[in-house]
Each structure stands twice: as structure tokens, then as C-alpha cells.
């Protein structure tokens, strides 16, 4: 579920280049995030089902740490100090939730 969100938001940063509303209208960039995030959706309300909201919900913060690496990886931005402490900040706190 995280990595799809982590992936749908980097479509929508690729759409987010256009100008005009009717230019990011005919962006497939734009739909595939959108497709991306109703199955983020999706797999969250299914886990809901049987999962805490108090585990589910700090759990879904580790799309941060996704979006990260996709970022570097696709965009080229740069991992600081303060990326990753942040970010290591985060993975502490989910494994302390989900145990």
C-alpha cells in the first residue's frame, strides 16, 4: 500500500509540470496517479477490516521513507543528513507501533 502511494505521488509530481488545466487534463500522469492512489485506498480500507486505525495510520507514514528513495531514483534529488535522520526517525516509529 506504501509503495503505491509513494508511487502515485510521483506521478503526480510529473504531472505537475503543465501550465494550463486542460494540458494536465490530457496528462496520463495525472490518471495513472489517480489509479494509484484509489488502490492505495483501497488495500487501506481492506486492512481497516482488520487492523487497528491506531497501527494502520502511523504504519502508512513509511510512504515517506518510499517517496525518498523514488525521488533520488526519478527526479534526482538529493539525500541529506536531515533526509535521513528524518527518515530513520520514521522506521523507528513504525517498527514501535507494529510491535
Known sequence: MTICAAFGALFFKKASGFSSVSNLLKDSNLYIGCLLYLITVSVNIYL??????????????????WILFLSKIYLNEKLTAKKLLSITGIVIGAVLVAL
Open 48 to 65: 481497516l477490516r482488520f487492523l487497528d486505525y491506531s497501527v494502520v495510520l502511523p504504519l502508512s507514514s513509511v510512504t515517506y521513507v
